[in-house]
């Protein structure tokens, strides 16, 4: 079964946040502060309590001569879901890579290894959301053109895992794809794979909630991984 991340556990992440902070590099976040940063952010964009931060001149002066982003995030392109809108972020903050259907290729792996291995980013939150159109077409199986079929080749194992299930099949495809994403993003050798070993690297699933706005951190049992039991 997936498991929600509930305020309890953020709650144990903000206090193994502030027990391992004296331990981080300077400027950089430990994934469990980066975690409840975004989480922070979100609830902000969801209250419409908005704080815009970073995107200042003096930022943008500060992040010319280098970046140091606290979190990596995989997403959908769907133009509904701009990470730095949803969770209130600004320049420098987010490491972004969008892809519709929110998968991994070798490009996005090489992006991620990237922040990961060169910036020191130690979050990456694999990003679903709610009736997600490249999952629903892929869903449908319809016959589509061009490179749209590189795409829902991709999408073919969240679908595939689920088919049959109980519930809606494009929300049971969303959280699969977002699962099976987020563990080729850890197994993926050998730099996020190792990153990961030695504790530098967290990768959390997540799903954006189109019509309020919010963001629902979940953790990776193993068997929703194989796409065993979505809800
Ligand atoms: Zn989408």
Redesign the pocket.
Known sequence: MTRRITAGLVGALLLAAALAHAAEPKGTLSAPDALAKLAKGNAAFVATTLKHPDQTEARRTKVAAGQNPFAIILC?S?SRVPPEVIFDQGLGDLFVVRV??NVADDLGIASVEYAAEHLGTHLVVVLG?SR????TAAVKGDALPGHLLNLMEALEPAVAATKGHAGDPVANAVWSNVLQTAAQLRESKPILAELVEKGKLTVVGANYDLDTGAVEFYEQPAAAAEGAAIQ
């Open positions: 959908c769907d519709a259907g959301h997600c159109g490249a999952v």
